[in-house]
């Protein structure tokens, strides 16, 4: 599945969070947080430290070790560099600073420390999604979660 389908229903997703509260679901009604939003490189750090110390995260990625979060220069897009296990974050870019954009960087985080080869990894694949939908569980909840699993089955994100 190319990237672009897991960037879309993350994209949806994330507006969903963006304003937060009462969903109509399908029929049924649910409560999802409003994400938050980081002002400085500093609470990402903090938050990324915090959210990789979840018991829940910990036991299902033993072997992640830490991850840092630098500024990246480009404003297109935030990503991940597994050589260094850090996360770079275009802070300029508004929609950066946002908590979905910062779960989807340590998601890879998480992915690649499953150790799968370079060569034959998936960015956006099986274990990507599976990364990032145990943080979004831990982090903000089952309700969140649910959205998220049904954004990319709707997209079409298939492991």
Known sequence: ???????????QWSA???????????????DVPMQRRFGDLASVQTYVEAVTSLESVRAQY?????????????QLKAHYEPAT??????????WAGREAVVLHEVAHHLACSR??????????G??????????????????AALLLRAGYDQAGVRP
Do not use: N
């Open 85 to 94: 296990a850090t996360i770079a974050i275009p802070f300029r870019s508004a």
């Open 1 to 11: 599945m190319p990237p672009s389908a897991v960037y879309a229903a993350e994209d």
């Open 126 to 143: 099986h274990e990507f999604q599976a990364a990032m939908c145990v943080l979004v569980s831990a982090v903000m909840g089952e309700a």
């Open 115 to 124: 150790g799968v080869p370079a060569g034959s990894r998936r960015w956006h």
């Open 62 to 74: 033993p072997q992640a070790g830490p991850v840092a979060v630098r500024e990246r220069s480009g």
């Open 16 to 30: 969903v969070l963006d304003r937060g509260g009462i969903v109509d679901f399908f029929g049924s009604r649910i």
